[in-house]
């Protein structure tokens, strides 16, 4: 548990810190924006459907849940609802008949194969090409570090 008697940030820390924040906030509005208006999924669903479209014989809600490191009751809710808009299936898992799979239905693949261009070319507009080689290694490196930490310390919970 944090000591909640820890020193206050300091200006560079509270700086860094809100930065994180706004572009956080600011990166998943305008993906939300954009996916929503043309393709009717939020960025979290795309992260969904895109992760689906790697795994031809599916994936558990819990290994959804801990690829894009969301609760499973969060991952369930997500899947149910585009299990309702036809873009995802569930079977029963061969190997364990009480456990399900989920699977990346046709309208689903079509979704992602008519987003992805135009997400990716956001992507780029709106990160990579502002950032030289550099910058995408350290900031790789960082988030990567960050949410390694954040698994460890700050799981999420259902």
């Known amino acids: 548990m944090p000591d909640e008697r820890a020193p206050w940030l300091t200006p560079e820390e509270l700086d860094a810190w809100i930065g ?19 393709h009717g999924v939020t960025g979290r669903d ?11 014989t ?14 499973s009751s969060c991952i369930t809710h997500r899947v149910n ?4 808009a036809g873009l995802v299936d569930k079977r029963a898992d061969p190997s364990d008949r009480r456990a399900r799979l989920v699977e990346l239905a046709p309208a689903g693949r079509a979704v ?4 992805a261009p135009g997400h990716v070319a956001r992507v780029r507009s709106w990160i990579i090409d502002a950032l030289d080689r550099d910058d ?11 949410n ?11």
Do not use: F, K, N, Q
């Open 58 to 71: 599916g994936y558990r809600i819990s290994d959804l849940a801990d690829m894009i490191d969301d609760s």
């Open 112 to 115: 992602l194969e008519a987003a």
């Open 81 to 84: 609802r585009l299990r309702a």
């Open 46 to 56: 795309y992260e969904l459907l895109h992760h689906l479209s790697g795994a031809p």
């Open 20 to 38: 994180l924040i706004r572009l956080s906030a600011r990166i998943v509005a305008l993906s939300d924006g954009e996916l929503r208006r043309h």
């Open 136 to 146: 995408i290694h350290d900031l790789a490196r960082v988030t990567r570090t960050l």
């Open 148 to 158: 390694e930490h954040l698994r460890a310390t700050a799981p999420l919970t259902d």
